[in-house]
């Protein structure tokens, strides 16, 4: 057992704490006071560097940007690429798979190896890839790249070995699938076009084999030049010039015909017997106009041709083809059965379709039965054997995006009983309509692991719209969903007072949640500064919505002493005259300097029926104060115990009872100080001069100014009151300067001309190349970082003009940031208002001389400031509900390098302690007189969670650039650990990891970090990703069982593990995308069908394409890459039956090379042995008449 010895000093810190008991250690008036007396606690830490290890598990949502799609009709497995070089891979629901190509280039095509487990795509690269799906992580078998030619079209038959592989060039190479070796045999353009032809046919866009004969070649050319290549004769059997250019083409299943689509919007049809012209030309939504002719459409992108047994009139499926002159359509699948026209409008752009057969073979009828498309945004699946063509439910969580994603939350540990009660009341709600049938991409298994327990991620959109998904057992399904813009009234569009502004805005966007699933209330932060707070009941019910308005103001100056002032440089303006007081606004007569004490938003006042689910109970909203709006609200934590709700932005505290509808506290951070204030800042007048006159002398551990430190990565995410962090990270206020530069007047309050809000900043939406290095070298601080990227709108601090940067713009903009600090961002970083950045309600001590543990609030600011607020809670049930909560701040202090970024709280054995709540009962269910319900709390106070460890509790407090731990009451600082110095942590939590607490890091450069605790040992750091984007930034959060998640793109979210176990579990929990199945036998087309459809002969192609007929393939042309994924790692990777049919394929590939050598060694022997009869022969003849003397 170890034995931790509590010390100021600390053990691990790379600064000391000072042994006097300075502020840094917690004192309350920043005055040094007398060190503790040492005394032993035994903890032991289990928790070791080999229990942790960063590994990638499930990705959900839609694949961003998608560019191709295919699907194996056998195993029913689809594969969709994307732009950025990821492949996602899916089955029945749990079989979801996603890879990603190193080299990121955008997928142009996939092929798969039907019933092989194997799929082949094509990137932008020009590299061909062959994927072994026998594992339940794919990996990379071969590469193929070309170096002179760009691949446009590849084409694999059915059971065939033989990769067809058209260029940009006109050029058609044919790939060995099992080597991935070109062949020698190369169908070149100008072979396959006339020799009279004088202009190039152009890159090839089609190749497919006749469903007739296999050794014919169709070639189709971007130029509507299509060729019929005679593989066998090395010519062309017929070659067809049309004047428009081809998209596509697909064949009739008896080979005798097919059918183009063009650039026109016209669809062709030809007749093998017949290629002089097309037999038939329809333009099926061009009109004929009076002058005859058809009118403009929109090209044809692809078509289908397919043949149903049940009836004599075939599909005819296709995309585009609309007249030019309906402008605003939307685009649109067309499906023709016969006479019959159904055109199906898509929400988004289509990307590709496929139509899905019954049969693998092309000779055979169809038997199409549904339509997969890829949209820009969204997977549809449309069935074809219902005559109203309805669409299949989707399975997978595809609509993650359907509003942008701007806050998310996970839960691991919640009740087992909350995901089926949140099912039950969505499954409500959901869409009808959809096919009876079952979802037709069915391939892969997949079952339940072991280690399973209930999982909820919670995601917030722009629409303010909520959802909570079940995420047990790394799949992702829809639970419920709830939308919190039905709490306000909608904003009517002549409404110039109050919302004229936000009519094209995003004014109901969350931007933080806060859950409490034990007592079911869940607490929503939006965008326009409101809070709203839900219950959660089966039943539905008929109430009213109580609102409250809470006017939080904070005005300050700072005040220096005078020997402060001799060495600190005070701010003037540029021209070095003393500051004068601003003119008056030139807008101050608009209606918004009139706006005072009035909410962004009006909550409806009128008696509402809620359905069964979350229950609006409670509204909260900040008020606007002279003409300014409210500013964002960076924090907020929620109690269930003590019916608490605490809320905080850059101006200060409000802290709201939700049981009795009242405020308790709304003060200002400096008043909440007192005496205590480190700063020793003064408030002042609203109405005097708002101009800062001094510097503000920041006191960090050692007390030294922290104006360098905090030039070089500042406390904030807040920039002039904007909120930059939708999720529960908090987004502080502080402020960032060089010392002695000259700045110019600030001003300590937003103009009075300036919107409330911009658009949502989702999370989705922000698409930042940013390379890693400027995080600290191309940016002169954090928050100007913050600002750059968020693209907050900025005004100079001498008019009120506003400059708002769309986010094209701001994309324009990325590089043109330096060093050099604008009038702008230096009026923002001069900041000086203080944030609440993070909040906690806790069983603690407020004071040193506290021997018991009572109700108490943690307040953490940007200026690194820990504040302890003590409360007295009724705890009687009627007096709880009667009496008043009285709230005393005590001024005690506690001080951290950077922002506040969380709190986690242990017992003197080591053990995390639970915040206290009360136990869920429905608000909506009468009571019965003979047995009254209670309220049931659950109470996890230090004294009653050890009583062998002695009195007291250890306080862990993280902030962006340092974490403490601390003794209470006694507000020792025991330990401390300086987390980065190049850096700054975004997101922080102390987590439960293998049945032991961690502290949970995740930086700006992409690190990820655990310490132990309490000792804040390192355990591990992986530098995991770089933040390109400030989407990984918002979206990042920490949950128990050693998950985490972020939203890796605006449609995807992607769940990582940082425990070495679940690493170690992973192989079980992931679904196997390939299943043995016999593939289905061809059809007997009979005697006389064969006779008169010219049964072609049998089609080698091993004859035509190997090296013995072909020859070999330039070097130059092509470079094969070995994968990483060989026979040995699909040897160690594969198991269960799949194993060991990969290992008895293996053994009997090894088997033939055993066999393959020694028939070469038997050859090797027949040849010396009719060498050496040769030799023994001429010898005879040569000796035959010879005497024996004659030797």
Partial sequence: MKKFRKVLDGLTT???????????????????SAAPTPREIEIQETLMSEHFQICKTVRHGFPYQPTALAFDPVQKILAVGSRSGGVRLLGRPGVDCHCQHESGAAVLQLQFLINEGALVTACADDTLHLWNLRQRRPAILHSLKFNRERITFCHLPFQSKWLYVGTERGNTHIVNIESFVLSGYVIMWNKAIELSTKTHPGPVVHLSDSPKDEGKLLIGFESGTIVMWDLRAKRADFRIYYDEAIHSVSWHHEGRQFMCSHSDGSLSMWNMRNTAKPFQVTFPHGKTQRDGRKESCKP??????????????AFVVFSGGLSYDKAGRRPTLTIMHGKAITVLEMDYPIVDFLVLCDTPYLNEVQEPYAVVVLLEKDFVVVDLTQSNFPIFENPYPMDIHESPVTCTAYFAD???????????????????????KEWPVSGGTWTVGSQTYPEIIVTGHADGSIKFW?????????????KTSKVFEKPKSGDVGRSGELVEEDPYAVQMISWCPQSRIFCVVGISAHVILYRFSKHDANTTITSLEVRLQCEMEDVISPSDTENTPCFSDPSGLSPQPQPPSPRSNTPDSARDSIPCLKVKDRMIRMPPGYQAELVVQLLWIDGEPPQQITSLDLNSAYGLLALGNCNGLAVVDYLQKTVLLCMNTLELYGSADPFQRLTRSPRKNRQSTSGLTELSDNQVSLDLERSKSPTSDHVNGHCTSPTSQPCPSGRARVPGGPEGPRLARRGPGRPPFRKAQSAACMEVSLPVSSLTEGYPSRRAMLQQLHGVSMYSHDEHHITTYSWSERESRENSFSR???????????????????????????????????????????????LIIPMSIPTDEQERQEDPVTVAPTGTVLMLKGSILRFGFLDCGGALIHNPYEVWRDQQVPDDPDRPRKRKLVNFSPSSSQEASGDGHLAVVCSERQAKVFLMPSQACLYVHNITESSFVLRADVVSVCNSVCLACFCANGHIMTLSLPSLRPLLDVAYLPLTDMRIARTFCFTNGGQALYLCSPTEIQRITYSQEMCDNLQEMLGELFTPIETPEAQNRGFLKGFFSGNAQTFDR??????????????????????????????????GVVGELARARIALDERGQRLGELEERTALMMTSAETFSKHAHELMLKCKDKKWYQF
């Fill in 300 to 313: 044809i992108l692809k078509v289908e041709y397919k043949t149903s047994r049940n009836s004599s009139e």
């Fill in 820 to 866: 050099s600090r604008s009038s702008s961002v230096s009026s923002i970083d001069r900041e000086t208002k203080e944030a609440v950045t993070t909040l906690q309600f806790m069983e603690s001590y407020g004071r040193k001389t506290d021997t018991l543990p009572t109700p108490c609030l943690w307040v953490g600011t940007s200026l690194g400031l820990v």
């Fill in 414 to 436: 919640c009740p087992p009983d909350i995901i089926p009660v949140l099912y039950s009341i969505g499954a409500k709600h959901k869409k009808t309509g959809y096919s009876h």
């Fill in 1102 to 1135: 091993e004859e035509l394409f190997g090296e013995a007929a072909a020859g070999k393939a330039s070097r130059s042309l092509a470079q094969h890459i070995p994968g990483q994924g060989g026979m040995e790692g699909m040897k160690a990777a594969a198991g």
């Fill in 14 to 32: 790379s600064s000391p704490v000072n042994p006097g008991g300075s502020p840094a250690c917690g004192s309350a008036a920043g005055t040094p």
């Fill in 470 to 482: 079940d995420a047990t057992a790394i799949t992702l399904q829809m639970l419920y969903k709830l």
